[in-house]
């Protein structure tokens, strides 16, 4: 069965960084555009960054464009959310996502905090 699972979330100070990773199972990685998004307390999930499957194209929101950015090794399973200049607002759950066969799959989910 499909399976995400998010890591590398944690407390960090404004201008920090972090790397969150998702390793993925039970579907062909290789072949499957792969999303990162996130959830702010009370705030809809909104999409972070998208990439292709051969990792050749990704997009991004305006709000992390110049600060985030995706990337995936596809002989490990992995795809990797890098995050720089971090600000307050980014604080959020950050979620994998992929759709599969009609099917939504989604991460637990990793809670990042950017606080001083």
């Known amino acids: 069965q499909v399976q995400l699972v998010e890591s590398g979330g944690g407390l960090v100070q404004p201008g920090g960084s972090l790397r969150l990773s998702c390793a993925a199972s039970g579907f062909t990685f290789s072949s499957k555009v792969m999303t990162w998004y996130r959830q702010a307390p009370g705030k809809e999930r909104e999409l972070v960054a998208v990439i292709s499957s051969t990792g050749g194209s990704t997009n991004y929101a305006h709000s992390v464009k110049g600060r985030f950015t995706i990337s995936r090794d596809n002989a490990k399973n992995t795809v990797y959310l890098q995050m720089n200049s971090l600000k307050a607002e980014d604080t959020a759950v950050y979620y994998c996502?992929?759709?599969?066969?009609?099917?939504?799959?989604w991460g637990q989910g990793t809670q990042v905090t950017v606080s001083s």
């Open positions: 996502y992929i759709q599969s066969g009609g099917t939504n799959y």
